[in-house]
């Protein structure tokens, strides 16, 4: 072959290569542009709100924020205090900003995760949603920002919020590390995720994370952040972090910023949580927590058996999954009622500001988390402090519960029910999961099962009288070799943060 046929089969290979890749970037475009079509179309025909700045491509964010004044100054800051090149550490920024920001997908949010949620809820549970001032949520001007805020039981809540908002509204939700395995990662970041280091506390990857999510609020997107920062172990509310509502309310200190942001209150609760086990393994006194191995081979067996009982026909629902919507919180509306110029104040002073925010927000989601049948009858249980107890008393308790519960609004899943109904559907958990059993009138709860009741009877006990909760653990006639939950002060010194609770009102759990 002459030097000439070679040169222009190199020069045709090349042009077919530029040619290929510039059919498949046209392409690339043209479907994106589609896709975005189709979202918004979508959108107005459904009448679900979606916010438009989703579908804004990672890269104009990235730019976005690599010319952040506030990154840019944390990245010389960083540079000088580490004896780093500011190159190398542009490049850290840049894995920060992959890590942190999604790539929504309308398809996979409408698509996959609606279906395949409404799949698996409708497959496990009864859902019982209620708007408690449906009225105040109209009037949320459809510009401003809505950040939902609630309690977390158990991972499924992501999963259940998302599918009852799903005609309302697509929400992006702030993750922990804990999703950031194959194929969850990808699946999180495709419905519009973001995800947080809860633990890593380098100045220059907050800066990121922090000017991220205020990009985002500034530009009217609607989030989901579980303020408590993590599951509950104990089943009972968690104090409440304040750094992503901090992120989130220093949006309004800027001057070209004029929507509000409403926090609104979820409450959500379970008959059955999947992981509850798992949960409870850490808050056991003398339990060594479960190896990864374990966690999985727990895990695997479980969906194994209940696949099995699905094929077989004998998969029995857990009970109800409930989720309540709170009167929504106008934050410009707080900080009106705070000293002038909150949010100007250096951080270490506004923090406290933020503490009340929190803690205030906390109180109306604590509110609105509804009282299930499993919580009720457990809470009732317990209440008598021993292990056996006679059955018509247990329901004379949870009619007093009851009681007390509808004279502070509470919400009462199946509350029109008799209490003898409402106790015959925890029964059938109880009897299920084999931690109470009946001899005759009295009912016994098994040895070792005490820990698993009080985590369910916990998730309510914020909304009853010390005198009925007193007793939860251990019982009267406590065996010291069987297992019961630590107190949330032993678990402070466990873990060594006992100084930075003790500051705080702590209940005992």
Known sequence: MTAPVVLLVVLAGAAALVAGGWLWLRTRRAVRERLRRMAITGSRRLKYRLDRYKLVERDRIREALMHDPAILEAIAVHAREHATPEAAVRVRVNEYI???????????????????????????????????????????????????????????????????????????????????????????????????????????????????????????????????????????????????????????????????????????????????????????????????????????????????????????????????????????????????????LPRNERLGHMQRLADFAMERVGAVIPVTPVPLAAAALLSFGTSVVPRDQVLERMDEIRDRLSAFNAKLVRGELPVGEVWDRAWRMFTLRRLVIRQGDQLVILPGERPLLEYYANSIRHLLPEELTIAYSPAREHDPTLPRLATREEMAIKTGEFERLSGRQVEQR
């Open 98 to 344: 992959d890590e942190i920001v999604p790539f929504f997908n309308v398809l996979s949010y409408y698509k996959l995760g609606y279906n395949l949620s409404r799949l698996l809820l409708n497959l496990l549970y009864k859902s019982s949603i209620e708007y408690r001032d449906q009225a105040a949520l109209d009037r949320i001007p459809r510009r401003d920002v809505v950040v939902y805020l609630m309690n977390h039981r158990s991972n499924a809540d992501y999963v259940v919020v998302a599918y009852v908002l799903a005609r309302v509204v697509s929400i992006s939700y702030a993750v922990g590390e804990w999703a950031r395995t194959w194929p969850l990662e990808y699946v999180f970041k495709s419905f519009g995720s973001y995800f947080i280091r809860r633990r890593f506390r380098e100045p220059l990857y907050h800066t990121v994370l922090e000017h991220y999510v205020q990009l985002i609020t500034r530009n009217g997107v609607t989030q989901g952040i579980f303020p408590e920062g993590g599951l509950t172990r104990d089943g009972a509310l968690r104090p409440p972090k304040i750094g992503l509502l901090d992120y989130m309310v220093q949006a309004l200190d800027d001057p070209a910023f004029d929507r509000d942001i409403w926090l609104v209150p979820v409450g959500l609760n379970y008959d059955r949580v999947l992981e509850d086990r798992a949960l409870i393994q850490e808050r056991l006194v003398g339990a060594r927590p479960l190896s990864r191995w374990r966690q999985f081979t727990g895990t695997a067996g479980y969906l194994a058996r209940n696949l099995g009982r699905l094929l077989t026909g004998r998969l029995q629902r857990y009970g109800r999954v409930a989720v309540s919507f709170g009167t929504p919180i106008s934050v410009r509306g707080w900080l009106a009622a705070q000293p002038s110029g909150t949010l100007k």
